[in-house]
């Protein structure tokens, strides 16, 4: 390559960059959004040749790998161990919800399933650059809510990178055989297990070691240079580049000096990373942007709903105020960094067209653009709707938001025991609903292939094969979902025992009472139908009443079933009966009227016992 190529190329990226920069900082908008107009000018306005294009490739896979390998430096997991309780609750309400989202809605715009995982996958972060820059300016929250804020986004890092791993396969899967898949896949889990089992004990150790003994200079060219060659390796079992970078950043987020590594790679970065921007930048075409507005606009809507319904039941359900609740999660609706990392890497793969790129990329411009307008005057609206509210509608909500401070209330006024037992059962509930997500995610995926399959080798049609992967689809959720529901009853009573004197006992909510008086089964059933019917599948709503109609049947004559064997237990209930008034003669002669086999009397004559006229069986 001639080095004026290169010179020119930086010369005319880096200025560009930062005049862009320098513009929107007058109107406080961080400099990332300088560093995307940049290179969407270039794209639009500007011929470059193709040794300059070569130029911006490298640099930009440098600056991605140097973005994430900072990114893995500032998550220390010791730390969050100790400080992320609550931050952990709110990433496992929000991170699931987020990904669902865009797998359901994704159908909406077009997309099919696995271009609605990835856009689920992309919703799922926020930015922490543009996050913390318009708090800053904002001087909203408390530094503890800025703090628990910051730790959400830093789970949504690493759950968006767990998706990334996951799905990156995926993407180059129409490249490989079965067994290629299956392999590589493989080789995927045992990287990352490797990485994090061995790498966070033994890295920590030797970055200490080193620098005890060599200056900040040399400290600073090994680290960089172990983050480059893990980038390496991840390339080789199939990963992204940037997977590798932000393990490794991980490894030594722990260490002694990490902070210190950070700050003196902060230049290097910063210049790598306006590389890598301008490059996601330059992939944008205005025609295709102006082209498409309304799905850019429908892409912004369903982000900042889905984003702010999702952060604010995260903080809520982890015992936050709703007002609390509100004002944190207008803070986040702001996509982060790994939507462009995310979509990018979609595009490189073909898994995104140019338009549905250009759409999602716009989409997140946008949502930093407008997050200081969205975020600004959050609770002031909430305090109006909250004045304003219709009585009945107010009251529905001091209800609900009742019932949950009765909730914990109860868990706190419990013993030990019941608490963990509580506890227990609400880790189970979580593991479900994630178990559920999974579920559905893989027959999402795997459905048509099923189908196609099984059309292949045994006949019949597709439209058979669909409804039957679609009835396997609703057994397969109808186990942790049942298992769901029993936890959720199960929590109640326990907390609604230990809390007698507490909010709950003052607020009577029907529409809780009813689900607790209402057959597991049937619930469960309702939820996994409810279930089918909004995922995409490629069927229409014929052929879901179809599997409605068989598991109803199925509904029925398990129902059947328990209706006869409640009818035995039934016929051993005396409950109804005056037992103080009765002596022991017709407490006898009660239980003998309601058994007619002579072996069952035995049995139950044997489990009699009268002690000072007191009755029990």
Same mark, same amino acid.
């Given at each position: 390559?001639?080095?004026?190529?290169?010179?020119?190329?930086?010369?005319?990226?880096? =200025?560009?960059?930062?005049?862009?920069?320098?513009?929107?900082?007058?109107?406080?908008?961080?400099?990332?959004?300088?560093?995307?107009?940049?290179?969407?000018?270039?794209?639009?306005?500007?011929?470059?040749? %193709?040794?300059?294009?070569?130029?911006?490739?490298?640099? *930009?896979?440098?600056?991605?790998?140097?973005?994430?390998?900072?990114?893995?430096? %500032?998550?220390?997991?010791?730390?969050?161990?100790?400080?992320?309780?609550?931050?952990?609750?709110?990433?496992?309400?929000?991170?699931?919800?987020?990904?669902?989202?865009?797998?359901?809605?994704?159908?909406?715009?077009?997309?099919?399933?696995?271009?609605?995982?990835?856009?689920?996958?992309?919703?799922?972060?926020?930015?922490?650059?543009?996050?913390?820059?318009?708090?800053? !300016?904002?001087?909203?929250?408390?530094?503890?809510?800025?703090?628990?804020?910051?730790?959400?986004?830093?789970?949504?890092? !690493?759950?968006? $990178?767990?998706?990334?791993?996951?799905?990156?396969?995926?993407?180059?899967?129409?490249?490989?055989?079965?067994?290629?898949?299956?392999?590589?896949? $493989? @080789?995927?889990?045992?990287?990352?297990?490797?990485?994090?089992?061995?790498?966070?004990? /033994?890295?920590?150790?030797?970055?200490?070691? $080193?620098?005890?003994?060599?200056?900040?200079?040399?400290?600073?060219?090994?680290?960089?240079?172990?983050?480059?060659?893990?980038? /390496?390796?991840? @390339?080789?079992?199939? =990963?992204?580049?940037?997977?590798?970078?932000?393990?490794?950043?991980?490894?030594?987020?722990?260490?002694?000096?990490?902070?210190?590594?950070?700050?003196?790679? %902060?230049?290097?970065?910063?210049?790598?990373?306006?590389?890598?921007?301008?490059?996601?930048?330059?992939?944008?075409?205005?025609?295709?942007?102006?082209?498409?507005?309304?799905?850019?606009?429908?892409?912004?809507?369903?982000?900042?709903?889905?984003?702010?319904?999702?952060?604010?039941?995260?903080?809520?359900?982890?015992?936050?105020?709703?007002?609390?609740? &509100? *004002?944190?999660?207008?803070?986040?609706?702001?996509?982060?960094?790994?939507?462009?990392?995310?979509?990018?890497?979609?595009?490189?793969?073909?898994?995104?067209?140019?338009?549905?790129?250009?759409?999602?990329?716009?989409?997140?411009?946008? *949502?930093?653009?407008?997050?200081?307008?969205?975020?600004?005057?959050?609770?002031?609206?909430?305090?109006?709707?909250?004045?304003?509210?219709?009585?009945?509608?107010?009251?529905?909500?001091?209800?609900?938001?009742?019932?949950?401070?009765?909730?914990?209330?109860?868990? =706190?006024?419990?013993?030990?025991? @019941?608490?963990?037992?509580?506890?227990?059962?609400?880790?189970?509930?979580?593991?479900?609903?994630?178990?559920?997500?999974?579920?559905?995610?893989?027959?999402?995926? $795997?459905?048509?292939?099923?189908?196609?399959?099984?059309?292949?080798?045994?006949?019949?049609?597709?439209?058979?094969?669909?409804?039957?992967?679609? /009835?396997?689809?609703?057994?397969?959720?109808?186990?942790?979902?049942?298992?769901?529901?029993?936890?959720?009853?199960?929590?109640?009573?326990?907390?609604?025992?230990?809390?007698?004197?507490?909010?709950?006992?003052?607020?009577?909510?029907?529409?809780?009472?009813?689900?607790?008086?209402?057959?597991?089964?049937?619930?469960?059933?309702?939820?996994?139908?409810?279930?089918?019917?909004?995922?995409?599948?490629?069927?229409?709503?014929?052929?879901?009443?179809?599997? =409605?109609?068989?598991?109803?049947?199925?509904?029925?004559?398990?129902?059947?079933?328990?209706?006869?064997?409640?009818?035995?237990?039934?016929?051993?209930?005396? %409950?109804?009966?005056?037992?103080?008034?009765?002596?022991?003669?017709?407490?006898?002669? /009660? &239980?003998?009227?309601?058994?007619?086999?002579?072996?069952?009397?035995?049995? &139950?004559?044997?489990?009699? *016992?009268?002690?000072?006229?007191?009755?029990?069986?």
């Amino acid at each position: 390559m001639d080095e004026t190529v290169l010179l020119v190329s930086l010369a005319l990226f880096l =200025l560009l960059a930062a005049v862009c920069s320098i513009v929107f900082n007058k109107i406080r908008l961080p400099p990332l959004i300088g560093y995307l107009m940049a290179g969407i000018i270039v794209a639009n306005f500007v011929s470059i040749s %193709e040794e300059q294009m070569d130029v911006v490739d490298i640099l *930009s896979d440098m600056g991605l790998t140097m973005l994430m390998f900072c990114i893995g430096l %500032e998550i220390n997991l010791k730390k969050l161990r100790k400080q992320g309780v609550f931050a952990m609750k709110v990433a496992m309400v929000e991170i699931p919800f987020m990904v669902l989202a865009g797998t359901i809605f994704g159908g909406l715009f077009g997309l099919d399933s696995f271009q609605s995982l990835c856009l689920g996958a992309v919703m799922a972060g926020s930015s922490t650059a543009v996050v913390l820059g318009v708090l800053k !300016i904002q001087n909203r929250l408390e530094k503890d809510r800025i703090d628990t804020l910051i730790l959400v986004i830093i789970m949504e890092d !690493i759950a968006q $990178v767990i998706v990334l791993s996951m799905i990156t396969p995926l993407m180059a899967g129409s490249a490989l055989d079965a067994g290629g898949l299956a392999a590589m896949v $493989v @080789s995927i889990i045992a990287f990352m297990a490797a990485s994090i089992i061995f790498g966070v004990r /033994l890295m920590p150790r030797v970055i200490n070691w $080193v620098s005890d003994n060599v200056s900040s200079e040399v400290l600073v060219l090994f680290t960089v240079g172990l983050a480059f060659g893990m980038a /390496l390796l991840a @390339s080789y079992v199939g =990963l992204s580049v940037a997977i590798g970078a932000f393990l490794m950043g991980m490894m030594i987020a722990s260490s002694r000096k990490s902070k210190d590594i950070n700050h003196d790679i %902060e230049p290097m970065k910063n210049i790598f990373m306006a590389m890598f921007f301008i490059s996601v930048g330059m992939e944008i075409s205005l025609v295709t942007l102006i082209d498409n507005i309304g799905l850019t606009v429908a892409l912004l809507i369903l982000f900042v709903v889905m984003k702010s319904l999702a952060v604010f039941l995260g903080y809520w359900l982890a015992n936050d105020t709703p007002r609390n609740s &509100v *004002s944190s999660a207008v803070s986040f609706l702001a996509m982060g960094e790994f939507a462009f990392i995310i979509a990018k890497q979609a595009l490189d793969y073909n898994v995104f067209s140019d338009t549905i790129y250009t759409s999602i990329v716009g989409a997140a411009l946008l *949502s930093m653009v407008t997050l200081p307008f969205i975020s600004k005057n959050a609770t002031r609206h909430y305090d109006y709707m909250y004045e304003r509210l219709p009585d009945g509608i107010m009251n529905m909500f001091k209800k609900i938001n009742a019932t949950k401070v009765a909730f914990y209330s109860g868990i =706190l006024n419990s013993p030990n025991k @019941s608490r963990r037992e509580m506890l227990s059962s609400v880790t189970m509930s979580y593991i479900c609903i994630l178990l559920l997500a999974v579920i559905e995610i893989v027959f999402i995926l $795997v459905a048509p292939t099923i189908s196609g399959w099984a059309f292949t080798y045994f006949g019949g049609s597709v439209l058979l094969w669909s409804i039957t992967v679609l /009835l396997i689809n609703l057994f397969a959720l109808y186990i942790p979902t049942y298992t769901l529901i029993e936890n959720i009853k199960d929590i109640y009573r326990k907390a609604n025992t230990s809390n007698a004197d507490s909010a709950r006992g003052n607020v009577r909510f029907t529409v809780i009472d009813s689900f607790l008086m209402t057959h597991t089964l049937l619930i469960a059933l309702m939820i996994d139908i409810t279930i089918l019917i909004i995922m995409p599948n490629g069927l229409d709503i014929w052929e879901h009443i179809v599997v =409605l109609a068989i598991a109803l049947v199925i509904l029925l004559v398990l129902n059947k079933r328990s209706l006869r064997k409640r009818a035995e237990q039934d016929s051993y209930d005396v %409950e109804d009966e005056d037992f103080n008034n009765m002596d022991t003669d017709s407490f006898k002669a /009660l &239980v003998r009227s309601k058994v007619s086999d002579p072996l069952e009397e035995e049995k &139950v004559e044997s489990v009699v *016992s009268i002690d000072s006229g007191d009755m029990t069986r």
